[in-house]
């Protein structure tokens, strides 16, 4: 039944806003990645799960905030049942291991998809990231982090809405990223951060 659910979900986003997928210096492959994302709406995980091939959605699972997709039942079969998420603490408590259940997607060879500034965006630049992409680099360095770039997402739903507006969408997959030998967080987190604005120039050019 979910998976009939999701079918009908990804059908209905690739109707109303595309979704397509853009590989520029990276193919799709089924092998296991790290997707990282802008993030600017709630569309947005949906909107990469549907720009994937089948088979590399298979192994895809994205990350979700607990706060917000926990938050009710429906919320949460939406997200663990239907898109496959793994709900993360945004605010860890001290001591805890908040990256932990991406972590072991990746030890069974599993894909995840994240948004590395941590919320949605309010305007048009790209936050900061936090430093969870770069312990997930450090641990798992045969692991290829993927860039991508969401263009219009934020014009389909804005933050607030739940009014959907029916305007063509792109997911754009960039040049594969690996943490360099004596690279420091800072200038690590940087240089992802670049890649997908760096697409997301590709885009306005």
Not at 63 to 82: H, Q, T
Not at 131 to 160: C, T
Request: net charge positive.
């Amino acid at each position: 039944m979910t998976g009939l659910i999701r079918g009908i979900i990804l059908a209905l986003v690739r109707i109303l806003v595309g979704a397509r997928g853009d590989w520029r210096g990276v193919e799709p492959s089924a092998t296991r990645r790290i997707y990282f994302a802008n993030h600017s709406s709630h569309f947005d995980t949906v909107a990469v799960i549907a720009a994937l091939p089948v088979e590399v959605r298979r192994l895809t699972h994205p990350a979700a905030a607990r706060d917000y997709w926990g938050a009710s039942a429906l919320r949460r079969f939406i997200a663990e049942k239907v898109l496959r998420a793994v709900l993360i603490d945004r605010k860890p408590e001290p001591g805890s291991l908040p990256l932990a259940p991406l972590e072991a997607l990746l030890k069974q060879g599993q894909s995840i998809l994240i948004f590395p500034e941590g919320t949605r965006g309010e305007g048009e630049e790209i936050a900061e990231f936090r430093s969870g992409i770069y312990r997930l680099a450090l641990d798992f360095p045969d692991v290829e982090l993927v860039p991508v770039y969401l263009d219009n997402l934020r014009r389909v739903l804005p933050k607030g809405s739940w009014l959907i507006v029916p305007i063509t969408c792109t997911a754009r997959f960039g040049a594969p990223l690996k943490v360099e030998p004596g690279e420091a967080k800072s200038a690590f987190l940087a240089r992802a951060r670049t890649a997908v604005k760096a697409l997301g120039s590709a885009v306005a050019a």
